[in-house]
Every structure is written in structure tokens, then in C-alpha cells.
């Protein structure tokens, strides 16, 4: 059996000799998959393959995913503008000439203005992104992998808490089977002690009216529809459970179909003990619907 969870949190990390990177992925319970993804600038490039990829990998959930790039290297050093050295070395020697000044010194030339410039610093622009993309998008598939694994993971988990609820809602339904409250003796005098209360309530009553509130006590006292429903709810659940497929949504929709019969089983209850178990039922019911909300 496999079933996933809509939680989970997985990061990757890399570098090339300018940069290095972190992909984080978060994923939370939602109703759809909607992504939310923060790029550096300039990184625009991935935002496409970054959704397919996600797409691909994932059915339901809000995921966020965050690119961190940081640069390896500052400034690495100071070099010489040679350009603009021998323009003033050119000038220093006209100048020299013309007003008898004395040579100019290595110490004054390399003080001036754009003579030194620092060195090695890595720019980002948009050919360098280009060509570090493809290993930033195996990076993305990577950090995807380990998310899908952390879900998958969680979902193990999820299986055993779900089978443990349907099998917590299938032995209340069967103490409901087993129920003194459905005895077709215990029903048959309940219907007769009903139908003697009515008659002194309203004693000219027409024998047609009597049979037809005969009709809606004997209705109101049957609840093996509503056990015989549950069980087929719970054939269904666990089908869905053992399909590997995401089901979320199928179970949600279930869930509402296990209340409503476990309502109706309360509304039906004639005695305390059946009304007990309906109670129970509904408290098992919503944690099961809880626990299904984590479900892809």
C-alpha cells in the first residue's frame, strides 16, 4: 500500500566554482497543488521547468519552494588598468618636457583614478545563469525526490492511524448489530407501546392515520439501512486506502457519508445504548475525517 501526506520539507544544495546554491521545499495541506516559488534575480530562466517539475512530482498540497544563490568569491585581488597607466605615464613624460617637472614616481602614477581596480569579482549575468541552470534544475529534482520520499513516508504513518479508526468504526457498528435496541422483540414491543401512547393521545383516531403513524414508527426504529451503509463505507475506505492512488479527496467526500449515517442512527436511537454507540461512532468518524485532511 502507498499513500502520501501533504507535509513534508526536503533542501538541496550545490556549487560551481562561482556560486553556491540551496533549493528548500515546504509543503502543507491545501485543497489543490499550488505552488509559490521565490527566485534570486536573473533566475527568471527556471521558473518554468521549476513548475513542471513540481507538476510531475506532486498531485495536491501548498508547496513553497525558495532559490538561494550565494557567490563564492568578492573581490579576489587588485590589478593594474595598463590602459590607463600608460596614459599617464604619456602624459607625465610630455608634461616633463614642456614644464621641466621632475619624472613622475610608480607610488604617484598607481594613486591615481582608475589605474587600480579590484579584481575577480564574479558577476552574474544572464549566459553564466544559463549555462549553471541545468545543474540547478538536477539540484530541484533532486530536493523533489526527498520530498516525495518524506510524504510517502508520512503517509506509512497516516495508513496505520486510518486502519486503526476503521477498525475502531467497525466494532462500534457491530456492537450496534448486536444491540439489545434491535431485537425484533425488543423493536415489535417498542412499536406497540408507541402506537398505545399514540391512540391515548388521540383516541378518534381513523384506523388509515394509525397505519400510516404505525408506518413512521416502524421506519424510525429500523437503522439496519443506516449499518448496512456504513459498511459499505468502510469497504470503500479501505479500498481506496490499499489503491496507492491519491484519494484525499474521495475520502473527504466519504467522511461526510459516514457522518451523515452516523447522525441518523443517533436521530433513530430508541434507547440509550444505541444512541451511546452513535455518539462514539461520530467522535471516530470526525477524527478519521481529520486525519484524512493530510492525505494527498
Same mark, same amino acid.
Given at each position: 500500500m502507498t499513500l502520501n501526506s501533504m507535509t513534508g520539507y526536503a533542501r538541496s544544495q550545490g556549487q560551481d566554482a562561482d556560486v553556491s546554491w540551496v533549493w528548500e521545499l515546504k509543503t502543507v495541506n491545501g485543497r489543490g497543488l499550488e505552488l509559490r516559488l521565490r527566485l534570486p534575480p536573473g533566475y527568471d530562466v527556471l521558473d518554468l521547468p521549476a513548475r513542471e517539475a513540481v507538476q510531475k512530482a506532486l498531485k495536491r498540497g501548498n508547496v513553497n519552494i525558495n532559490l538561494n544563490v550565494t557567490k563564492l568569491q568578492k573581490a579576489s585581488g587588485i590589478a593594474v588598468n595598463e590602459v590607463v597607466l600608460e596614459q599617464y605615464? @604619456? *602624459?607625465a613624460r610630455t608634461w616633463e618636457v614642456k614644464a621641466g617637472l621632475a619624472p613622475a614616481s610608480m607610488d604617484g602614477l598607481l594613486a591615481l583614478r582608475g589605474v587600480l581596480e579590484s579584481a575577480g569579482e564574479v558577476e552574474d549575468n544572464p549566459a553564466s545563469i544559463e549555462a549553471r541552470s541545468t545543474v540547478l534544475k538536477k539540484s530541484l529534482d533532486e530536493a523533489l525526490k526527498a520530498l516525495a520520499q518524506m510524504r510517502a513516508a508520512e503517509g506509512r504513518r497516516l495508513l496505520e492511524v486510518l486502519s486503526g479508526q476503521l477498525d475502531e468504526i467497525a466494532s462500534l457498528v457491530q456492537q450496534a448489530e448486536g444491540s439489545a435496541a434491535l431485537d425484533p422483540a425488543a423493536?415489535? #414491543?417498542?412499536?406497540?407501546q408507541q402506537v398505545l401512547a399514540l391512540l391515548d393521545a388521540v383516541p378518534t383516531l381513523n384506523e388509515d392515520r394509525l397505519a400510516q403513524e404505525a408506518a413512521l414508527i416502524a421506519a424510525k426504529a429500523d437503522v439496519r439501512e443506516e449499518l448496512d451503509r456504513l459498511h459499505a463505507h468502510m469497504a470503500a475506505a479501505r479500498?481506496? *486506502?490499499a489503491s496507492g492512488e491519491a484519494v484525499g479527496r474521495k475520502l473527504d467526500f466519504l467522511c461526510q457519508e459516514f457522518n451523515r449515517e452516523a447522525n441518523t442512527l443517533c436521530s433513530k436511537a430508541g434507547e440509550v445504548e444505541l444512541t451511546r454507540i452513535g455518539l462514539a461512532l461520530k467522535v471516530v468518524i470526525e477524527q478519521f475525517? #481529520? @486525519?484524512? @485532511?493530510?492525505?494527498e
Open positions: 605615464v @604619456q *602624459l423493536i415489535k #414491543e417498542r412499536l406497540r479500498e481506496m *486506502l475525517r #481529520e @486525519q484524512v @485532511q493530510n492525505i
